[in-house]
Structure formats: structure tokens, C-alpha cells
């Protein structure tokens, strides 16, 4: 008997959060690293102020970037469970996609202002001056937006797989 490739399979909810974290973290970076592709900053730049922020003494050379991805990463993770187990299983989850989505984008955007108003200003002024507001909020913005479509696109899958198998085929 062959196996039933196309068969939905529940993701277990750690690795959808880890995915959906992940998801978000590296659409921050690749917006940075947009961003700097078109202007004098250099992504290296950011990432070593990211190292800069909690750990100052690793924050020069080639270390400085490696660990100023891996502590993103890192925070990028630790929002991801938090977001999901504070907010989006309890609450957002069974109103839906808008409700996931609207609860991401609100998260993020308390993050952000958190961030650039309240910590990095006492841990690392360098940081807040980078890059402007409306290119770090827009960062923000689209870690809730690749975290949301993760967290729901199980669900979006599900329901594709049974509406394919209640239609008959054709014929």
C-alpha cells in the first residue's frame, strides 16, 4: 500500500510556535537587510548592536554579528511562545485568522514602542538611531505578519483538505 503523502497531519503546537517565531525573526532580518542593501548602513552594523545591547564586550568583529543574529533569533523564539501562550491559544486562536492576525500586529506594535521608547533607550542609544521609526516599525509589522500566517496556516490547510475531500470528483 502506498502512503498517503497529501494526508493532513497536525503540526504539534511547540514546532508550529518555533516555526512561527523563526518565520518572524527572519522577516525582520531580511528587511534590515533590504534596507541596508539601498542605503549607507550595512546589516553587519545592526547586528553588532544587537550584540551591543546585551552583551557590549562581544560586540566588535565577526562575533559581534554572528551573536547579534543568534540573541535575535533568540528574542524572536521567546516572543513567539509568549505571544502564543498569552494571547493567541487562550484567546485569539478560536476567534480565527483576523483575530490571530489583529493580535500579532497589536503585540508587536506594544513591542516596538516598548523597545524603542522604553529599553533601548536606557541599553543602547546607538541602536534607536539606525535606522528610522517607520523602517523598525515596519520590521515589527512584519514579524506579526509572518508570525500570524504560520500560527494559522495549519488551520487554513485543515480546512482546504476537508472541503477537497467532501467535493466529488467530476465526472
Known sequence: MKPDYHRYRPLPLWRLILL?????????????SLYAAFTSLTAATVAREVTASLL????????????????HMLLAVALGYGFVYVLWNP???????????????????????????????????????????????????????????????????RRVHESARATPLAG
Do not use: C, D, H
Not at 512561527?20 to 534590515?32: D, R
Not at 541602536?127 to 500570524?148: C, D, E, G, Q, R
Open 91 to 157: 484567546f485569539a486562536r478560536p476567534q480565527g485568522m483576523v483575530a490571530t492576525l489583529a493580535a500579532a500586529v497589536l503585540t508587536l506594535a506594544v513591542v516596538w514602542s516598548m523597545n524603542f521608547f522604553v529599553v533601548l533607550p536606557v541599553l543602547n542609544l546607538v541602536f534607536i538611531t539606525l535606522m528610522p521609526y517607520p523602517v523598525t516599525f515596519a520590521s515589527k509589522m512584519l514579524f506579526a505578519l509572518a508570525m500570524a500566517v504560520t500560527l494559522v496556516w495549519p488551520e487554513l490547510r
Open 56 to 71: 557590549p564586550a562581544f560586540a566588535a568583529g565577526a562575533t559581534g554579528v554572528w551573536l547579534g543574529i543568534v540573541i
Open 20 to 32: 512561527a517565531s523563526l518565520t518572524g525573526g527572519m522577516a525582520e532580518i531580511v528587511w534590515v
